[in-house]
């Protein structure tokens, strides 16, 4: 059985695709249940099915890589408002109840960085972008130390605070009312995990490890001095970055090409860093981090990367980040049940914080 940290090699034929089929019904059973998997669409040794949630980071790099690799992969969406990394189903897939799961043929990954190794590994070849370079060249030492540098930030504590503490920011694209609710949901999460333990008692011991987690997230990610820390050290690692930017450019001077944060190669840190930089700007701290000109190669780097394919494709236009993730959401709950009261709630909270933000945006972009 694949856990988090692990490459299980499996026959997993019989798990389900997705709590959402190919026509955007959700299947019958909510009892814990399996969904059965999409008929038209037979079990392959060479099927690559990648289940993550639109709004997840590392889900993002993930999907950044698949699509920068030019591989053909089901995305299956499991969404962490609606709970769906909490269901039996996900939870054999992955215990820690975390997204993204890759899944190759037989083989399940679930775990960021070993997705990441998996991919490179398994999927070479002169048509297949190599993202890694090889061992032992300085160009690959370079990589693997901006990976590490950027995959170490507490992007969670970011987003968690900044929507908490929007103060701290300038131009978010997160509209007002979301501060309210995850202070609400955030109340509550501990109490719905407790009542999960008692509804699944042999999922016991993921469910207890996932609530004290939860609650030393909460009361880190609302400590606006810790937060007020963390982003100083923020700015020491984006200090490092833009100097390392304009090394390569005196290093390739009057060479005619393009430039990454490692060499004239896209790579692995490049997706680490424009990832890092979008989640930064939705958040609303690109004005003070790299849009008021202190740091130009930053900028220049960023608006390079947005316009690549894979960029445009996985993230898409900024501005409607949230909306993205909302919709979905809410028609999916719609669609799976009656509403509780609860769902309700977060229901016309979603409707209603899509015509805030539909508002804000058409104001901001045509008046």
Wanted: glycine fraction near 6%; proline fraction near 5%.
């Amino acid at each position: 059985m694949a856990s988090s940290n692990n490459v299980t090699p499996t026959n997993c034929s019989w798990w389900p695709i997705s709590a959402m089929e190919e026509d955007g019904r959700i299947p019958d059973g909510e009892d814990g249940h399996e969904p059965a998997a999409v008929e038209h669409k037979p079990f392959s040794k060479d099927r690559l099915v990648l289940y993550h949630w639109t709004q997840s980071f590392s889900s993002q790099k993930v999907r950044l890589v698949i699509n920068e690799k030019g591989l053909l992969c089901e995305e299956r969406d499991v969404s962490l408002p609606l709970t769906e990394h909490k269901e039996p189903w996900f939870m054999r897939l992955n215990l820690g109840e975390e997204v993204p799961v890759f899944i190759h043929g037989d083989t399940i990954v679930s775990d960021y960085n070993q997705i990441i190794e998996y991919l490179e590994t398994n999927f070479v070849g002169d048509t297949v972008a190599q993202l890694i370079p090889d061992e032992g060249t300085p160009m690959r030492a370079r990589v693997q130390q901006y990976r590490e540098l950027l995959d170490g930030l507490p992007m969670d504590a970011y987003t968690h605070g900044c929507i908490l503490h929007p103060e701290l920011t300038t131009d978010s694209m997160i509209p007002k009312y979301a501060t309210a609710e995850i202070r609400r949901h955030l109340a509550n999460a501990a109490s719905e995990l407790m009542k999960l333990d008692h509804e699944e008692p042999q999922l016991t011991e993921p469910y207890l490890s996932k609530q004290k987690k939860l609650m030393a997230k909460i009361l880190d990610h609302d400590n606006v001095n810790y937060l007020k820390k963390i982003l100083g050290e923020l700015a020491m690692v984006l200090d490092q970055v833009e100097a390392e930017l304009e090394k390569r450019k005196l290093e390739y001077q009057g060479q005619k090409c393009e430039l990454w944060l490692c060499g004239p190669d896209f790579t692995l840190a490049d997706i680490c860093l424009g990832a890092t930089l979008h989640r930064l700007k939705f958040l609303g701290l690109s004005k003070k981090y790299w849009e008021d000109g202190s740091r130009p190669n930053l900028q220049s780097f960023f608006e390079r990367v947005q316009k690549r394919y894979a960029f445009r494709k996985v993230l898409g236009d900024i501005h409607t980040t949230l909306l993205s993730a909302v919709l979905p959401n809410a028609f999916r709950m719609v669609k799976k049940k009656p509403p509780s009261f609860f769902g309700a709630s977060f229901l016309m909270g979603s409707l209603g914080g899509m015509g805030y933000f539909a508002y804000w945006f058409l104001k901001k972009k045509y008046m």
